[in-house]
């Protein structure tokens, strides 16, 4: 990083410091504002995604339902119903019967792996010489 780019990162947040210094001497309660803004931020780019060519309308659905009950102060709301629909799923794979063991090869495929894994010269000389040494 050289040093312009300090200077500059010092600079912004000794004015984003003082901004929230000034707003909190005015009676503006910076929390309050961060609280409207990034959900606001949240959702615009979930709307961006729905009403973009590029993107999956799915994700921007699922983003724009995030900043949503962010702002309202439900996000718990969907984390629980995540954490509801695992549980359903884990519970439906542990109850669901047994899938059938698989089928034995066919015959040709076992004679064709007998042949394959069969031991040709080159393994019969290999395990010659390793026995003289």
């Known amino acids: 990083m050289s040093e312009r780019s300090g200077k500059v990162l010092l600079g912004l947040v000794l004015l984003l410091v003082g901004g929230v ?7 503006i309660d910076i929390g309050d504002l961060i609280g409207f803004i990034i959900p606001g ?11 973009g060519q590029t993107g999956s309308r799915f994700w921007g659905i699922l983003v724009f339902l995030f900043g949503f009950l962010m702002l309202i102060g439900k996000l718990d709301l969907l984390f629980h119903a995540l954490l509801a629909i695992g549980v359903i799923y ?26 394959v894994l069969k031991e ?11 026995k003289r040494s």
């Open 120 to 130: 040709d010269t080159l393994d019969t000389w290999e395990r010659n010489v390793t």
């Open 90 to 115: 884990l519970g439906y794979r542990l109850l669901r019967p047994s899938q059938e063991p698989k089928q034995a090869p066919p015959a040709w495929e076992r004679e064709w792996a007998q042949k």
């Open 21 to 27: 210094v000034l707003l909190d001497l005015v009676g």
């Open 41 to 51: 931020v949240i959702m615009l780019y979930g709307a961006k995604k729905i009403m």
